[in-house]
């Protein structure tokens, strides 16, 4: 049973069709759980940490009261639960006799601590909130599995970007948590080179902005503006860039539309918070902690994670059970982006599943 003592509450269902793609599927639940005294691994403590989570289908428990249907999906950077509650991916993955069909499995699709309606430092502490790294991220992920859902184990683990980052720690840090593991979009190694200089124009552009005042703007910064610039950029692929902006014309206008979109949906704090968070991500030493079967997949075309470095086929012969796969570029891929097609990759989704059957 979940824990409704330790739930905030049902406040809200998401409005969207039930009916994605030809897949029908019941209206994701809303839910907020809050962590009571969340200590950071920085010694900083905040009395309470909100979780906001949103799920599909009903847990399946064994004879011990094990959940062993529970399915958890974590979104990337600046993202959120609504990132996955679209055709592309719902309506891919959890329609009946698709392979997360709700009827079978308890998908659990969490924001993130600093994203979405979970706690985040623009809901008022501003720069003053604790500086997270991904593991405080996790832990926060774990508790409110196992406190707010009362979920001690995992069918599998799917996650895009920062979320398969995510993965590459879970599977370390609680290698007996899980049956099987894919991250997509994300290299088992600390972040370096034009990685790392990306985010850091991210976040420099916002942290140097002479209207952030500490965090303590009434206005979004124009430091905004420039990070809104560097995720068009890095997000897709440059066939597609030229496709929806073939002239200059075109292309201001289209740069100058999503950063408008990013100005009104985004806070600057916020967004400077979410890529800093990755201070603390090396998996690299841990590699050979992963137990469950893991398959990993990128895509040819991902300009935050290109194939060429020849990371992810080097570092995943350390993963006692873990296989690599890059998606080719076609006129379907969509770089980065790719993460969240599921047609492009379901089909391995398939193979690990049959293989990490118990």
């Not at 774990?142 to 398969?164: A, F, K, P, Q, Y």
């Not at 841990?286 to 991902?302: C, Q």
Request: with cysteine.
């Amino acid at each position: 049973m979940i824990r409704t003592d330790r739930l905030l509450g049902v406040f809200a269902f998401v409005a969207m069709a039930t009916v994605l793609n030809g897949a029908d599927y019941p209206t994701p639940e809303e839910r907020t759980f809050v962590i009571r005294d969340f200590e950071f691994r920085s010694g900083e403590l905040l009395p309470e940490v909100k979780m906001h989570v949103c799920t599909l289908g009903k847990p399946a428990r064994d004879a011990g009261g094990i959940v062993r249907n529970a399915v958890m999906v974590l979104h990337g950077t600046t993202g959120s639960s609504r990132n996955f509650l679209r055709k592309d991916f719902a309506g891919e993955l959890f329609g009946k006799g698709q392979l997360l069909d709700v009827e079978r499995y308890f998908i659990i699709i969490p924001d993130n601590l600093g994203h979405g309606q979970s706690t985040k430092p623009s809901d008022g502490l501003r720069a003053r909130f604790p500086q997270y790294g991904y593991r405080d991220m996790i832990a926060a992920q774990r508790r409110m599995l196992t406190e707010g859902l009362d979920v001690t184990h995992l069918r599998l683990i799917i996650g895009t970007s920062m979320g398969g980052m995510h993965i590459w720690l879970w599977g370390q840090m609680h290698p007996d948590f899980m049956d099987a593991l894919m991250p997509l979009a994300s290299l088992p190694t600390q972040i370096s080179g034009r990685n790392r200089v990306w985010r850091r124009v991210v976040i420099d552009s916002i942290r140097n902005s002479p209207d952030w005042k500490n965090g303590d703007y009434t206005e979004q910064p124009s430091g905004l503006r420039t990070a809104a610039k560097m995720l068009y950029l890095m997000g897709s692929n440059p066939v597609r860039r030229v496709r929806e902006a073939p002239t200059l014309a075109e292309a201001d206008k289209v740069i100058s539309r999503y950063e408008a979109r990013i100005m009104k949906t985004h806070d600057a704090t916020d967004v400077m918070y979410a890529f800093a968070a990755s201070r603390d991500y090396d998996p690299g030493p841990g590699l050979e902690k992963i137990k469950a079967p893991l398959v990993a997949i990128n895509s040819a075309d991902d300009l935050i994670n290109p194939p060429e470095l020849k990371i992810l086929e080097t570092e995943i012969k350390r993963v006692p059970h873990g296989r690599a796969i890059v998606i080719p570029f076609s006129e379907k891929s969509n770089g980065h982006g790719s993460h969240t097609l599921a047609r492009l990759w379901k089909h391995h989704l398939a193979a690990l599943l049959k293989e990490s059957e118990r």
